[in-house]
């Protein structure tokens, strides 16, 4: 039998395939063995495409970044508005892929899509004027706002029994609605807290702006 002529095997499919697992099932589904099933090849043929386990974890959460929108970094908008427009962006892309989340605890490392992310938001503030310092620190705050913002759902996490709470929780007498409503609430506080951070860091930005050189 001649060889296909299109190749079984392709990392963007490989990846694709991985991230499927670990949207049905969470980040412990994926194995190599798992995975290989998945495609119907062999174990050993994914190693040609993904040496480790660890290289698939980097291609799959670099796959998902890539999805995040940066061009607000590029086109002249101001500092705050890019930040917004961006911080909405990865929001909506890891939202999408929820159970990949932990897994960019690991931070940059070698991840392409990663590394550009963290350059366009660093080189975004200090051609806004941000000093290097503060820029780096508002970048760290600012992913880990997102990040932590798609990790779970507060309102999906109080449970549907009015018994719970009666008689013990007085303040919570409406609590078992939340979940019914947890989208409209979780996009709310994310919308809530991403204005209470712009709106702290713009008081930030004036007071640095205002400040004598050496202060």
Avoid at 45 to 56: E, F, G, I, P, Q
Avoid at 74 to 84: H, I, K, P, Q
């Amino acid at each position: 039998m001649g060889r296909p002529r299109r190749p079984l095997l392709s990392r963007e499919r490989i990846v694709s395939a991985a991230l499927a697992l670990v949207d049905a099932d969470g980040l412990e589904a994926v194995s190599i063995r798992r995975l290989a099933t998945e495609l119907g090849v062999r174990g050993p043929s994914l190693y040609n495409h993904l040496a480790t386990k660890d290289d698939l974890l980097d291609a799959m959460v670099d796959a998902v970044l890539g999805q995040v929108d940066l061009s607000m970094f590029s086109d002249n908008t101001d500092w705050r508005a890019a930040l917004e427009a961006w911080a909405r962006s990865y929001r909506a892309a890891l939202a999408d892929h929820p159970n990949l989340v932990p897994a960019l605890h690991q931070g940059m490392g070698r991840r392409p899509n990663a590394l550009r992310q963290a350059d366009a938001v660093f080189g975004g503030l200090v051609s806004a004027g941000w000093p290097r310092r503060e820029a780096t620190q508002v970048g760290a705050l600012m992913r880990f706002f997102v990040t932590g913002s798609t990790l779970g759902s507060f309102a999906g996490g109080f449970p549907e029994d009015a018994a719970v709470y009666r008689g013990n929780y007085p303040h919570l007498d409406e609590a078992h609605l939340l979940s019914g409503r947890q989208r409209e609430i979780d996009d709310a506080a994310f919308e809530t807290g991403l204005r209470a951070l712009l709106d702290g860091l713009t008081l930030r930005f004036q007071a640095l702006s205002s400040a004598a050189p050496g202060d």
